[in-house]
Structure formats: structure tokens, C-alpha cells
């Protein structure tokens, strides 16, 4: 009876993750008000896939130990969908399912490998979670504050990566990590949201050519710093979400031309320099040549992905240790191998509905901070999932970069939780009037709050979505040193 549910649940599973990935595609098409029902459906659907996987791995392992932990996982993902819906009543629920079924699944494949790494990522997730439920409050009421620390953020992010250039660890053959009385940390993972918050902070008011040219210098200065720490997943990630957030600040096509130049001119620079980008370049075109050396990791995630097919072997009929470093870069394969392409296509589906739900909540803000800091905590998201799953697929070289929610790594679930937090607070923000509402406002969703909730002097003009008005500036009455294409 065992062997039997242990072999059918994998059907189920796969459904079920389709059934959640079709249910998020609708979602994204619809107002938190008409999605209510989606919602309440989706969490259901988490919990029950949830149920019937874990189930599966008790009875696979045949461990006490991993009942107890299912147990805790689901405690502390239900515990803290209600307590933020209880604080926040407002708050996106499509984005929490997401963030359940994301951290869901990556404790499931983990816990499936190694239980220990799944316990302390559990830990580290509800320490997190904890953590990140004031975040949504301080985003939607400090505005006045957190858009004046332009300085501070850029100035610690780039101190912080100096650091670790100078002082940390060396880690599979990256200097990214540092240890505090005894806790080992990547300091980059944070830095990716101080780096968004003084982008936001810097071009939300004045996106004129002087800011632009901090920018850029701030941004080459953590890139440069990230290269020679020889992280360079995460400087490709800052990169691109650098190039990207001046072009929503700016409108401006030739922006992104620029960007696109100088990133193939600074990847054929690398190319050149590093060795080890050498390395991971060959082993991208030609694995096959370099099976029993460079190409084994991929090569490996390959087979891994063919052995799946649709519905996958089942929880623990794989072989997913085969794959070293399987826990951190390649997720992907392991959850392709074990819970099948199915399952692996609706895991990329629901990221992507992320980020349509992030970028949502920025075109419906009224206020260029918010709008910036939604699409760039969305654009630096989505661009990681790439290029961890790119890379996995050998649709791209690899980058050592992991799935955000899924892949094992303390730092990278603290932030990304805390980024997912920070979108839920811009989210809550309310600035368009009962009567300039655009045209995806209704008025179940609308708040009551005052325009000038946010509470700082020189505001706008601003274009009201889907109405061509455009306010008039309040305060000083300054306006943006550069046209902004709305």
C-alpha cells in the first residue's frame, strides 16, 4: 500500500501544481476584490499539494522526524499567512500563496536530500518571516524617511561588499561570504535590496543627468567590487536591475541600448581575464567534451531533467546527490527529476506571476519611490530565477546563482522574504483619489487615504493612470528635472 502511494502521489502532485500555476495566470488578470475566490482557492491547493508530498516523504523515509518536520513547516507558513493578512488586511494574497508554494517546494526537495539543511532553512525562514512582518509597515508609512537615505544606502551596500572583498571567505571558489561570531552570511543577498532602495531613493524625484551619473558610478563601484570578488551572478543581477531602473526612471530607449553595449562589452572584458569564466563558458558550449571535468554539473542537471518526463520518478526515487551543489544551483533539476517537468514548468509559471504581481503593484503607484521600488525588487527577482534555471537548462552559462525561495542558502531566503515584504508595504500605499482612480482602480480597492499619505513636501506632478490629468506640485512646487515617459 505504501509502495503504491509512494508511486501514484507523484500524479497528483504534478496536477496539483498545474492546477496552482493556471489558478495564478488567472489571478494576475484580476483585482484583489474579484480574486478573492482565486486566493482563497490557491491556499487550499498549496496546503493539499503540501499534504500529499510530505506524506509521500514520511512514508519514503520511513522517519519520525520528517512527520514532525512537516508538521513545523506547515505551522509556521499558516501561522504567518494569517498573523500578515490579521496586520496587514489590505496585502496582495496571490503573493503570499506564491511565497508559501515557492518556500513550500524548496523545503520539500531539501528536507527530501538532507533533513538537517531543511531544518535550519525552516529556522532561518520563520526567523525571517518574524522579521519581515514589520517590513510591510515601515515601506507603507516611512516613506519620508527611507527616500532620504540615498547616501546610506549606497555608501553601506558598498562598504559591505569592500568587506567581504577584503575579509571574507573564499566559497567554491567565490570570496561572497563572512562570518560573525560564528554565523556565515553572504552579504550581497542584502546588499541587493540596499542597492534598489537607493536607486529608488535617488531617480524617484530627479532622474537629470548629474543623478544619473551617481547612479551609474554607485552601481559600477558594486559591480567592479562583486567581479573581483568573483561573484558573478550577482554583479550580472545588479547590472541588469541598475539598467532597467534607469530606464523606468527615465523612459529613455537609448538607455537600454547603452546598457546592452556595455554589458557585451564587459562580459567579453571577463572573458578574457577571468579563467574561471573560461572554465564555465566551455562547459556551456561543449559539456559533453568535458564530461569528467568541467562539464560534469551540467551535464549531470541534464540527465537529471531527461530522467523527470512529465510526472517525475516520485519523491525519492532519484538521484539528485548525483548533482554536486544540486541544493543551491541546481534545484531546478532536482525538482524536475523528482516531481517532473510539470511540476518544474508550473514552478516557473507561479515566479513569473511574481513578477506580474510586483510590477502590478508598480504601475498602480501614484508616487515614482514606490513605482520604482516594486519594479526593481521585481526586475532583480526575476532576473535571478533566469538565470539560475538558464543556467540549469544550459540555456545560458552558469552563474552559481540560486532559485530565490527554493535553493538552500540562509541569506538568500532572509532576503528574498524581505523583498517579497517590501513590495507587500508598496502595495499597501494608496495615493490616487476616489475620483482620478485609473482604470484597474475600483472602489472596494481603494483605502481612503489621503493623497499625501506618505507624508513628504514636493510631490509630483504626477499622471493619473488611464486619465491623462496630470496634479500639480504641492510644496516647493520643484518638478522633475527630466521628462518621464508615464
Known amino acids: 500500500m505504501e509502495q503504491l502511494i509512494i508511486i501514484y502521489s507523484r500524479y497528483g502532485i504534478a496536477l496539483l501544481a498545474v492546477l496552482y500555476a493556471v489558478l495564478s495566470l488567472v489571478r494576475v488578470s484580476l483585482s484583489p476584490r474579484k480574486g478573492r475566490h482565486v486566493d482563497t482557492a490557491q491556499t487550499v491547493c498549496v496546503f493539499v499539494l503540501q499534504f500529499i508530498a510530505f506524506l509521500t516523504l514520511c512514508l519514503e523515509s520511513g522517519e519520525l522526524d520528517t512527520l ?29 500563496n506564491h511565497m508559501c508554494f515557492l518556500l513550500g517546494t524548496g523545503l520539500l526537495i531539501l528536507g527530501r536530500m538532507s533533513l538537517q539543511q531543511a531544518i535550519r532553512q525552516l529556522i532561518i525562514a520563520a526567523v525571517s518571516l518574524i522579521l519581515s512582518m514589520a517590513v510591510p509597515y515601515a ?17 553601506a551596500g558598498f562598504t559591505a561588499l569592500l568587506a567581504v572583498l577584503i575579509l571574507g571567505q573564499v566559497t567554491h571558489g567565490s570570496r561572497i561570504t563572512y562570518t560573525i561570531a560564528g554565523i556565515t552570511f553572504q552579504p550581497s543577498e542584502f546588499v541587493k535590496l540596499l542597492f534598489v532602495f537607493f536607486l ?3 531617480l524617484w524625484r530627479d532622474a ?3 543623478n544619473l551619473i551617481v547612479a551609474t558610478a554607485v552601481a559600477a ?30 523612459g529613455k530607449y537609448r538607455y537600454l541600448a547603452l546598457g546592452a ?13 577571468f579563467s574561471h ?31 523527470g518526463s512529465w510526472f517525475g520518478l516520485g519523491i525519492g526515487q532519484g538521484t539528485p546527490e548525483d548533482i554536486p551543489y544540486v541544493e543551491t544551483d541546481f534545484i531546478f533539476a532536482a525538482v524536475a527529476e523528482e516531481l517532473g517537468l510539470l511540476f518544474a514548468v508550473s514552478l516557473l509559471v507561479v515566479c513569473v506571476c511574481c513578477f506580474l504581481q510586483f510590477l502590478r503593484i508598480a504601475l498602480a503607484q501614484q508616487d515614482w519611490f514606490y513605482r520604482l521600488l516594486a519594479s526593481g525588487f521585481g526586475v532583480m527577482y526575476i532576473f535571478q530565477v533566469f538565470l539560475t534555471v538558464g543556467g540549469g537548462i544550459r540555456f545560458i552559462p552558469l552563474t552559481g546563482v540560486t532559485l530565490p525561495l527554493v535553493s538552500y542558502g540562509g541569506s538568500s531566503v532572509m532576503t528574498t522574504l524581505l523583498l517579497f515584504a517590501a513590495v507587500q508595504g508598496a502595495g499597501l500605499k494608496r495615493h490616487a483619489l476616489p475620483a482620478e482612480k485609473g482604470a484597474d482602480w475600483e472602489e472596494e480597492d481603494w483605502d481612503g487615504g489621503d493623497w499625501e499619505d506618505g507624508g513628504y513636501e514636493d510631490e509630483g506632478p504626477y499622471e493619473t493612470p488611464g486619465t491623462g490629468k496630470v496634479r500639480g506640485t504641492s510644496g516647493s512646487g520643484r518638478r522633475r528635472a527630466s521628462g518621464r515617459r508615464i
Do not use: E
Request: charged content about 10%; aromatic content about 16%; proline content about 2%.
Open 68 to 96: 514532525f518536520f512537516y508538521a513545523f513547516s506547515q505551522i509556521v507558513m499558516f501561522a504567518s499567512m494569517m498573523l500578515f493578512l490579521m496586520i496587514y488586511p489590505g496585502m496582495d494574497r496571490a503573493i503570499l
Open 139 to 155: 515601506v507603507k508609512n516611512w516613506g519620508r524617511l527611507l527616500r532620504r537615505l540615498t547616501l546610506l544606502y549606497g555608501g
Open 200 to 202: 529608488a531613493a535617488l
Open 208 to 210: 537629470s543627468l548629474k
Open 221 to 250: 563601484g558594486h559591480v567592479l567590487v562583486l567581479v573581483l570578488s568573483k561573484d558573478l551572478g550577482s554583479a550580472l543581477i545588479f547590472f541588469l536591475a541598475f539598467v532597467l531602473m534607469v530606464f523606468f526612471a527615465t
Open 261 to 273: 553595449v556595455g554589458g557585451c562589452a564587459a562580459a567579453c572584458v571577463a572573458y578574457r581575464l
Open 277 to 307: 569564466v573560461q572554465v564555465r563558458v566551455q562547459a556551456w558550449r561543449d559539456p559533453w567534451s568535458v564530461i569528467d571535468s568541467q562539464g560534469y554539473q551540467i551535464t549531470q542537471s541534464l540527465f537529471a531533467l531527461s530522467r
